[in-house]
């Protein structure tokens, strides 16, 4: 029987006509896969590359008093270490003017302790008292590089004249960049004690930045690591009350995720259609094969092979098709992520995604499930169409054949 089915293959494929066909049919439904692969994997890019880019901006999670500035060691510190977390910092965010020669520019100024922060964030910080680093969309902005020097001016009351600012010159020790526009195009940072001392705080601070203890890696597991940082973040806004603000890393551009998961889901079923439509392109070479090949197919069943064994090679033929569109629609996705990250065409307008690039990150599920909705409208439509096909007796598709 084995040698049959393939007697049967090698003719209904035998002609170079039928071998276009099919080599046409499998670059199309691997083509309508991809595509819909490629938006999931944009979807799912974009939430990964904006959250794994505010973390590097801001830590896991953040913590500000609603009575404004405090003490965090005093205040905060024995609830953290409560919780067994070992990398926190209390940092200062203040507004400021970058006064250029002819004109300024308002920036979020940020004072860390390097050390730490770093350590919590991951950005590469080292500040001196007279040092500050910018954002890489600033640093073009203000038409600023590493050594130049700058002034900022703070809105604090100044001993001899209450109410105007007082100006403050820096260096440029460096350039960093966040991965995110807004933030790349405002942020300032300079040493938190210099900054205290500016604003006349002490040793207060209004938010603090921590790195949650968790078994998982952002990168490799971001679900899971999600997952972890919010659970650590409801359990401490419950215990710490009204009185501070506990925000997870994302949660400054939450409504963007929100509303790019569920432009996913409908996408992604308005995007069935066009692998329903290159499933008729299946449809018209089982058509094409069987008006074909009526000869070959009808001697077989003279032979002895009856309809149901003839109906499983059809559906075999199908899984063929469906199997080697899957392996060109993963070669599609490659090809398009390398056109993503590689051409100018495919740069996001970080004004308007607030990213300035995106690769595609699509998961083993999504690939399951993607690849299993083509299966099934496959069967669906390939089954409803041999039926009709096998309605058909012996005698009538002879007489048309000879007709």
């Not at 040493?191 to 790195?211: C, F, P, S, Y």
């Not at 290159?278 to 309809?307: D, P, T």
């Not at 100018?344 to 690849?371: A, C, D």
Request: aromatic share 14%; glycine share 6%.
């Amino acid at each position: 029987m084995g040698k049959l089915f393939g007697d049967l293959y090698s003719i209904l494929l035998n002609d170079r006509s039928s071998k276009r066909f099919s080599l046409g049919v499998v670059l199309g439904l691997g083509f309508s896969i991809s595509i819909i692969l490629s938006t999931l994997g944009i979807m799912d890019g974009f939430e990964f590359a904006l959250k794994q880019s505010l973390k590097l901006a801001s830590g896991d999670i953040t913590i500000s008093s609603s009575h404004g500035f405090f003490d965090y060691e005093e205040d905060l510190g024995p609830e953290l270490k409560g919780y067994h977390f070992k990398e926190y910092t209390g940092i200062v965010k203040t507004e400021g003017f970058l006064v250029l020669d002819d004109s300024s520019m308002g920036v979020l100024v940020v004072g860390v302790d390097s050390t730490p922060y770093s350590s919590i964030t991951g950005l590469d910080l080292s500040l001196k008292d007279d040092e500050v680093i910018l954002g890489s969309e600033l640093s073009k902005r203000a038409v600023l590089k590493k050594d130049d020097y700058l002034s900022i001016a703070f809105a604090q009351t100044n001993k001899e004249v209450k109410g105007l600012p007082e100006l403050f010159d820096f260096k440029v020790k460096k350039v960093v960049s966040h991965g995110i526009y807004q933030k790349d195009l405002r942020i300032v940072y300079v040493n938190r004690k210099t900054l205290q001392n500016i604003l006349e705080l002490d040793n207060r601070v209004n938010q603090v930045v921590a790195k949650v203890p968790s078994p998982f890696n952002y990168e490799e597991r971001p679900k899971d690591y999600t997952d972890q940082v919010d659970l650590m973040a409801e359990k401490l806004d419950m215990n710490l009350g009204y009185t501070y603000n506990v925000r997870t890393f994302w949660r400054e551009f939450d409504y963007i995720i929100k509303a790019v998961s569920a432009e996913k889901k409908m996408i992604s079923l308005v995007l069935q259609i066009i692998v329903i439509i290159s499933i008729f392109n299946v449809v018209a070479f089982i058509i094409f094969l069987n008006e074909r090949k009526v000869q070959e197919i009808f001697l077989f069943r003279a032979l002895g092979m009856g309809e149901k064994k003839i109906r499983r090679v059809w559906y075999l033929l199908c899984i063929f098709i469906w199997l080697s569109s899957c392996v060109v629609s993963i070669l599609f996705v490659e090809f398009f992520d390398f056109c993503l990250q590689n051409l100018p065409i495919f740069k996001l307008p970080g004004n308007v995604y607030q990213l300035g690039e995106l690769k595609l990150e699509i998961s083993f599920f999504s690939y399951l499930l993607v690849f299993f909705s083509a299966l099934v409208w496959m069967y669906f439509l390939s089954w409803f169409t041999m039926r009709r096909l096998s309605k058909r007796s012996l005698l009538q598709a002879l007489r048309q054949e000879f007709s």
